[in-house]
């Protein structure tokens, strides 16, 4: 079948960063697959696309910032008529729900977040029919799923958007050397919900309490709050807080760490916890989204409850003064990681959710109904052709 996989962005965020994965299976079923961009915004994906040979489109390309409108969007569907519209992300879920029922196209739905804006989760509560099912990147996530958007347990499978590597290098474990530097460091958008304010002032309760240590801080991504958190780092005579932007390889990030620190107010499934657990480093997290379930407290990492600057500088230093307790958690969280995301595991999942997607469009063209949800609050886009 001809898939149009339509996405907000190529942004390079946790959506985008499992595409060549995700569509290297759907072809490897016989697929042809395209992405679709509403947006190029920083188009940090670009390359892994192009890296792993998949086709990729962007509706509307003039302003990096600007979405491509509705009807944009669906004059390009219109023209590239697939058999089956993947969607991810909210604005490009309604966009392909809206669009698949004017022109009669079957939709399935990623669900990424555990966290919708209000708008959002009402607008997707009210469309929610009119995806044939939809897709959670995590156990988590498919139980929030079920409840934020009353999306039955039948129509929500799970596809885990990590597939872990045995093979991948690790990190070296800290060694206590008097003269080393820790290196602690975390991956993700600078922006309010990543809550990297809360590292940058941990840096400044360290400094306070063992200003002999040597311990740097890396924060890995771009967004709005550059800026902020520059003038946050500087302001605290932060020379031991490094920006280094956008990661185009995280993996090779993670094995320059001794410790990932992942603040987040909310998460998913957090891929960058896993690329780090699997490079063999120490967590220390957050207890949100799926987190909690990857994470054992004190075996594997370490959740952060309370999630204050102290509480993270006191964890630090703790595993600073420990290499021993600094290095038997990483192994275990790598040992963790690489059962639990086995390529066969993952990767059977996988092709149950896309043979799912192969009877939705043979039961599709066999169906005169298709689907007709009369209770959306978007009828009125139905008859446009």
């Given at each position: 079948?001809?898939?149009?996989?339509?996405?907000?962005?190529?942004?390079?965020?946790?959506?985008?960063?499992?595409?060549?994965?995700?569509?290297?299976?759907m072809r490897a079923c016989g697929h042809s697959v395209r992405v679709v961009a509403l947006a190029r915004k920083a188009g940090n994906a670009i390359a892994w696309l192009e890296a792993a040979g998949i086709?990729?489109?962007?509706?509307?390309?003039?302003?990096?910032?600007?979405?491509?409108?509705?009807?944009?969007?669906?004059?390009?569907?219109?023209?590239?008529?697939?058999?089956?519209?993947?969607?991810?992300?909210?604005?490009?879920?309604?966009?392909?729900?809206?669009?698949?029922?004017?022109?009669?196209?079957?939709?399935?739905?990623?669900?990424?977040?555990?966290?919708?804006?209000?708008?959002?989760?009402?607008?997707?509560?009210?469309?929610?029919?009119?995806?044939?099912?939809?897709?959670?990147?995590?156990?988590?996530?498919?139980?929030?799923?079920?409840?934020?958007?009353?999306?039955?347990?039948?129509?929500?499978?799970?596809?885990?958007?990590?597939?872990?590597?045995?093979?991948?290098?690790?990190?070296?474990p800290w060694q206590g050397k008097k003269d080393a530097v820790f290196h602690i460091g975390s991956l993700g958008r600078l922006e309010p919900e990543k809550n990297m304010e809360l590292p940058i002032r941990a840096m400044a309760v360290i400094r306070e309490r063992m200003p002999e240590a040597r311990i740097r801080l890396s924060l890995c991504g771009s967004g709005s709050q550059m800026a902020h958190l520059k003038a946050l780092a500087a302001g605290q005579g932060g020379a031991d807080i490094n920006f280094e932007g956008f990661q185009?390889?995280?993996?090779?990030?993670?094995?320059?760490?001794?410790?990932?620190?992942?603040?987040s107010h909310f998460e998913g499934l957090c891929i960058a916890v896993h690329e780090a657990m699997q490079a063999g480093l120490p967590v220390i997290a957050t207890p949100v989204g799926a987190i909690p379930d990857i994470i054992r407290d004190g075996q594997s990492g370490f959740l952060l409850a309370p999630p204050t600057p102290e509480a993270l500088a006191e964890r630090i230093l703790h595993l600073y003064t420990n290499p021993g307790l600094c290095a038997r958690t990483g192994q275990q969280a790598r040992a963790e990681i690489l059962e639990r995301y086995a390529k066969?595991?993952?990767?059977?999942?996988?092709?149950?959710?896309i043979h799912r997607a192969e009877?939705?469009?043979q039961a599709w063209h066999h169906s005169p109904a298709r689907g007709d949800d009369t209770s959306s609050p978007f009828r009125w886009v139905w008859k446009i052709r």
């Open positions: 079948m001809r898939i149009l996989y339509l996405i907000n962005s190529l942004n390079g965020g946790g959506a985008e960063r499992p595409l060549p994965a995700v569509i290297g299976l086709d990729y489109h962007i509706v509307d390309d003039r302003d990096p910032e600007r979405f491509a409108s509705l009807w944009q969007t669906m004059a390009y569907v219109r023209a590239n008529r697939p058999d089956l519209l993947w969607t991810s992300l909210t604005r490009a879920t309604l966009f392909g729900q809206l669009i698949g029922r004017a022109l009669g196209i079957p939709v399935a739905s990623w669900q990424h977040s555990a966290f919708l804006k209000p708008a959002n989760r009402f607008l997707l509560r009210r469309t929610r029919n009119m995806s044939a099912f939809w897709v959670a990147d995590s156990d988590f996530v498919a139980r929030v799923t079920q409840r934020q958007l009353a999306v039955p347990p039948e129509r929500i499978c799970t596809w885990p958007l990590f597939e872990a590597n045995a093979a991948a290098p690790v990190a070296t185009p390889d995280p993996l090779a990030f993670c094995r320059r760490l001794h410790v990932y620190v992942q603040p066969d595991r993952i990767e059977t999942m996988a092709r149950t959710v009877r939705l469009v």
